[in-house]
Antibody, heavy 119, light 110 residues
């Protein structure tokens, strides 16, 4: 059974940092690109970042470029999102998701982890 | 303001057929496939339509997707109460070099 389990969310002050993790199981992690999608309270989905199967190719939304870094540890089947210089508008539930293939969408999602940026 | 435009709401009665639209541009829907997601209240999104018109395993054939030019649509036939959810379209955008989502359509089953 495919499982994605996020962790690392919490309350942080503006300007602070957090590192999210997404533990994957039930599939060959090294065969899939992975992505982070977030959802602010009461709002729609926003794509944040994506990473190729080997970690060599990364993509970022303009809203997080230069502040967030996506990475993966294929030996531990884990995806990461390092978030620096956090802003109140980064407050959201962060989901990790598996990319089914180019153009085929995200077929498995985690349950999400809440990040709150507030003083 | 989302790059892909969806109507904020839609509604129908049980058994009815409803459609919802997703409008984009040449750099996203016009040149890439569209995926649709269903998000039930309090849950993570679920992939509903892949590659513009394909249903992943387990998705009922009541759901169908289509794409024409820079627009896409999702149709639900035989509407059921459990279809009440938010629906999002998404596509890769060649200009932004990333995925763009629509703002979502909230479906109410009357």
């Amino acid at each position: 059974e495919v499982q994605l389990v996020e962790s690392g969310g919490g309350l942080v002050q503006p300007g602070g940092s957090l590192r999210l993790s997404c533990a994957a199981s039930g599939f060959t992690f090294t065969s899939y690109a992975m992505t982070w999608v977030r959802q602010a309270p009461g709002k729609g989905l926003e794509w944040v970042s994506a990473l190729g199967p080997t970690g060599g190719t990364t993509y970022y939304a303009d809203s997080v470029k230069g502040r967030f870094t996506i990475s993966r540890d294929n030996s531990k089947n884990t995806l990461f999102l390092q978030m620096n210089s956090l802003r109140p508008e980064d407050t959201a539930v962060y989901y990790c998701a598996r990319n089914r293939g180019y153009g085929y969408g995200y077929d498995y999602w985690g349950q999400g982890t809440l990040v709150s940026v507030s003083s | 303001q989302s790059v892909l435009t969806q109507p904020p709401s839609a509604s129908g009665t049980p058994g009815q057929r409803v459609t919802m639209s997703c409008s984009g541009g040449s750099s996203n829907i016009g040149s890439n496939t569209v995926n649709w997601y269903q998000q039930l209240p309090g849950t993570a999104p679920k992939l509903l339509i892949s590659n513009s018109n394909q249903r992943p395993s387990g998705v009922p054939d009541r759901f169908s997707g289509s794409k024409s030019g820079t627009s896409a649509s999702l149709a639900i036939s035989g509407l059921q109460s459990e279809d009440e959810a938010d629906y999002y379209c998404a596509a890769w955008d060649d200009s932004l070099n990333g995925v763009v989502f629509g703002g979502g359509t909230k479906l109410t089953v009357l």
